[in-house]
Structures are given as C-alpha cells and as structure tokens.
C-alpha cells in the first residue's frame, strides 16, 4: 500500500469546468507539495501547504491534517492545465518524502 | 537561463556499465536533492545534499549508487554496474532553506536513462 494515495488516476474534462484531484495519505506529516508535471518530464512545485488553504490565479489547495487529505481544484479549466499532477508529502519524523503516483489531467478544448 | 540543470537529458547505457549524471542547481540554493522517475510513477526520494554535506539517503540508494556535492554547488549521481532496472528518469531539485525541510523545490528538465 503507498503512503500517498490520489484520485483519480486519470481525469478528462471539458474546457471551463472546475476540476478537483485528492490526495490522502497515511502517515504523519509536516507539509505536503503539489507538483504540476508535463509532457516531457519537466516538473514544477504549485503549492506547498502545512495547514488551511492557498490560492494562486485559477488554482487553489486545501488540506485537511486530521482528515489526512489534500485537495487541488481547478477553476475555469484550460487546455494547457493538462499535465500530471502530484501530490508528495513530507514525514514529520524525519527527511523523507512521498509521492502519489499522480493524476493525468487532460483538459479538451 | 538560470534554473535548474542536469546533464546528460538522455543515456543510454549497457548492462554493467557505470554512468554518471550532473545535476547544477539554481545558484543560491543550498540544498539539493535527486529523485528517479520510473514511467506512470510518481518520483521516488533518492537523497538530498544541504551543501556538501549529504543528510539523508534513501533504502532505495543501492550500494551501487553513490551521490556527491563536493564543493556545495554542482552534484554528481554515480550507478555503478548498471542493471535495467536502474531504466528511469533521474531529476534533480533545488531549493534555499535553513529550516526542515518542505520548502518549494526547484526541478531541473532530467536525464532519462536507458540500460539496455
């Protein structure tokens, strides 16, 4: 069983709706990351959330600690928002990281 | 460009061979870590530098791995005898922090490597 679990693993949707990708894990953790990975490989960080919420433009992520999950929506989807979206997280016993296996979004115009 | 470099971007290599890979960080970082990739995964932890000193290392750092930062800036992955299941995406981040980690991270493009 992964520590890090999302869903879905794959997700289509139609340009300008509101999408939503979940991340639970199940270990103790001092922050989580979600990552935006494209066609290619390059990766870039998003968000990096300890407790609440935070937006940025069209995207916003939430994470609830005593649930032990996170969510990343999308608003008003667009097709260059499709990429691989990760979710990782980091141990508060220590250095160590965890990665979901991400989400595939592919948004069509 | 000033982000996050790693060379070679593609190798491919024999089974048994040793391979190396360069991974120069944004400059002002002082940490620096490398992850692998496998297809449909997510990255996977493989260990991280804070300067030259490396401070954690993962179970799935074989003996035939080995990762240096001599001087603080630039990082060098090393496989020895290489096996196709070492065939991954190796990436390299980079981040400035003086606290735990969990700081924003900083990924170079990645060198994909292929062990025939």
């Known amino acids: 069983k992964n520590e890090v679990e999302q869903s879905p693993q794959n997700l289509t949707a139609q340009e300008g709706e509101f999408i939503t990708i979940n991340c639970s894990y199940s270990v103790g953790i001092s922050a989580l990351h979600w990552l935006q990975q494209h066609p290619g490989g390059g990766i870039v960080s998003l968000f990096m959330?300890?407790?609440g919420k935070k937006k940025h433009g069209r995207l916003i992520a939430t994470i609830n600690i005593q649930e032990k999950h996170s969510s990343l929506h999308i608003t008003a989807s667009h097709p260059r928002d499709s990429a691989v979206y990760i979710c990782a997280v980091i141990l508060n016993t220590g250095n160590q990281f965890y990665f979901g296996t991400g989400t595939s979004l592919t948004v069509i115009p | 460009d000033t982000g996050v470099s790693q060379n070679p971007r593609h190798k491919i290599t024999k089974r048994g061979q040793n391979v190396t890979f360069r991974c120069d960080p944004i400059?002002?970082?002082?940490?620096l870590y490398w992850y692998r990739q496998t297809l449909g995964q997510g990255p996977e932890f493989l260990t991280y530098f804070q300067n030259e000193a490396q401070l954690e290392k993962s179970r799935l750092l074989s003996d035939r791995f080995s990762a240096e930062r001599p001087k603080g800036s630039f990082s060098t992955l090393e496989i020895q005898r290489t096996e196709q299941g070492d065939s991954a995406m190796y990436l390299c981040a980079s981040s400035f922090s003086l606290g735990p980690i969990g700081e924003t991270q900083y990924f170079g493009p990645g060198t994909r490597l292929l062990v025939l």
């Open positions: 400059s002002e970082h002082n940490r």
């Open positions: 959330l300890s407790s």
